[in-house]
């Protein structure tokens, strides 16, 4: 498969470090130096992940060039869509008119995007899929505890698209790698609203909605794992961080990023960083920074990009992508 488009969308509002100190006993200084966060883009309440993605989507089909009609596949990668059930993907694809398309969720948290993408591609080659939506979107802040300051201050809302098409034999997805481990599905999670602990009036008090979440755990998992799977992909493509033109990682935390850069002996300088603008959104960050990176011409033609996540699960993957 190869990049036709790209989009975003993110919700207008932001909230800065200086408005979380109101809420939380917390400093601007602390949340730049263990995070790189300054701000994140947060949904008003009540906000429908549903309209965020059906923007980023048509964003991203204008800019390929495609019609909605056109699109035979909508892969959505959220953990926080508009309702249990049905699947938000469908609901996106209401929304954009295509009535040609089969839509799904995924669920692999921060993974998403980049799980979509492999899914999206085995699809495209088993059903003969040829133009196709992927997207990662999430609200996240619709399940912080803002009393948390652990947690809230890390995450920020949006969606992100991509339109993909046959690959041209040079460009397109040349490695990919999906990796999970249940073994650390306690270290980071959300314990409500599910089965197990259903949406009561106690459970609800209780904050079960809300996000769980081991930080120094997390970090230190999140560094290693990303750092093997970059390496895994480089590696079976028989390439180094060297012929990279540039590495996309998840957007968590800038010191996940640099430690991980550091591992891969990739200089910052080919490192995309905007978690300093959109704090952790999840499946989200992916795809954003792809789009920020095409409309800002950074995204050249024929270049070699590293793709690489970790999230909840855990779950995590790298991707090598001929642009
Ligand atoms: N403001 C001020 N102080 C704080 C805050 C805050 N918001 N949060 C915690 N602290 C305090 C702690 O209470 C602790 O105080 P103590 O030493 O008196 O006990 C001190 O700061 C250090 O806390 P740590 O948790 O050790 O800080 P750490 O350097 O690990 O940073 C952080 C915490 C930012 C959460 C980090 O662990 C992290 O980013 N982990 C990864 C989390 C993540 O990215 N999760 C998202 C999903 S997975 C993914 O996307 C990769």
Redesign the pocket.
């Known amino acids: 498969m190869m990049l036709l488009g790209t989009g975003r969308a993110v919700p207008e509002k932001i909230l800065t470090n200086t408005d ?1 100190e109101q809420m ?4 601007n200084e ?2 730049i130096a ?2 790189g966060i300054k701000q994140r883009h947060v949904a008003e309440p009540g906000t429908a992940l549903s309209d965020l993605a059906t923007e980023a989507a048509r964003n991203a089909l204008e800019d390929a060039g495609v019609t909605a009609e056109e699109i035979d596949l909508i892969v959505l990668g959220t953990v926080t869509g508009d309702m249990k059930f049905p699947a938000t993907s469908c609901l996106v694809q209401e929304k954009l008119g295509a009535k040609n398309a089969v839509a799904f969720d995924i669920s692999a ?2 993974s998403g995007f980049l799980y979509g993408l492999q899914v999206a591609e085995g699809l495209m080659m088993a059903s003969g899929y040829r133009r196709v939506l992927v997207i990662g979107g999430e609200v996240l802040t619709s399940m912080v505890n803002w009393q948390d ?7 920020g809302d949006g969606a992100g698209a991509v339109v993909l098409g046959p690959s041209d034999g040079e460009r397109g997805l040349l490695q990919t790698c999906l990796q999970s481990d249940g073994a650390h599905s306690g270290l ?1 999670y959300n314990p409500g609203g599910g089965c197990v602990n259903p949406p009561t009036t106690e459970n609800v008090a209780a904050q079960l909605h809300t996000i769980r ?1 081991e ?2 755990e ?2 230190r998992h ?1 560094v290693t794992s990303m750092t093997s799977v970059l390496k895994q992909v480089l590696d079976q493509a028989g390439l180094s961080g060297d012929d990279l033109d540039l590495l996309i990682p ?1 957007q ?2 800038l ?2 990023i640099e430690a991980v850069a550091k591992r891969c002996k990739m200089p910052m300088e080919k490192v995309f960083v905007n978690v300093d603008r959109y704090g ?1 959104t ?1 499946a989200a960050s992916i795809p954003i920074a792809l789009d920020e990176l095409r409309r800002s011409g950074e995204l050249k033609d024929g270049s070699l990009v590293g793709l690489v ?4 699960g855990f779950t995590w993957a790298a991707a090598l992508l001929r642009v």
């Open positions: 979380l939380v006993e917390t400093s602390w949340i263990r995070t948290a921060c300051r652990d947690t809230c201050i890390l995450f980071l979440m930080g120094k997390v970090f999140a998840h968590a935390n010191r996940i952790n999840s996540t970790f999230g909840a």
